[in-house]
């Protein structure tokens, strides 16, 4: 089994920064792709950044040019660094992972607030 463990939100203002991480852990996996997702109070979880394990990144329009995805593979750790953030950007965010091996493993961590304020 594979174990993601999300840290790095919480509280900040309007034009703010934060990096949220996920790393990985548990059993010996190979995966495909690592994403972040968000769902916002009375919304549906949203893709919010995808990156393949060849380093290929793609983000939903609301967050292009502000939230960069990357990977330390050597820590099994995935990053979400944000920036510029708006209120929109509240939500409990979800870092989520794919895997061949296990085959077709798919694995969620238990979520982490970002609250953005004005």
């Known amino acids: 089994q594979v174990q993601l463990v999300e840290s790095g939100g919480g509280a900040v203002q309007a034009g703010g920064s934060l990096r949220l991480s996920c790393a990985a852990s548990?059993?010996?996996?190979?995966?495909?792709?690592m994403a972040w997702y968000r769902q916002a109070i009375g919304k549906q979880r949203e893709l919010v950044a995808t990156?393949?394990?060849?380093?290929?990144?793609n983000y939903a329009d609301s967050v292009k040019g502000r939230f960069t995805i990357s990977t330390e593979n050597a820590k099994n750790t995935v990053y979400l660094q944000m920036d510029s953030l708006k209120l929109e950007d509240t939500a409990v965010y979800y870092c989520?992972?794919?895997?061949?091996?296990?085959?077709?493993?798919?694995?969620w961590g238990q979520g982490i607030q970002v609250t953005v304020s004005s």
């Open positions: 989520n992972l794919r895997t061949v091996v296990p085959a077709f493993g798919q694995y």
């Open positions: 548990g059993s010996t996996f190979v995966f495909t792709v």
């Open positions: 990156i393949t394990s060849g380093g290929i990144a």
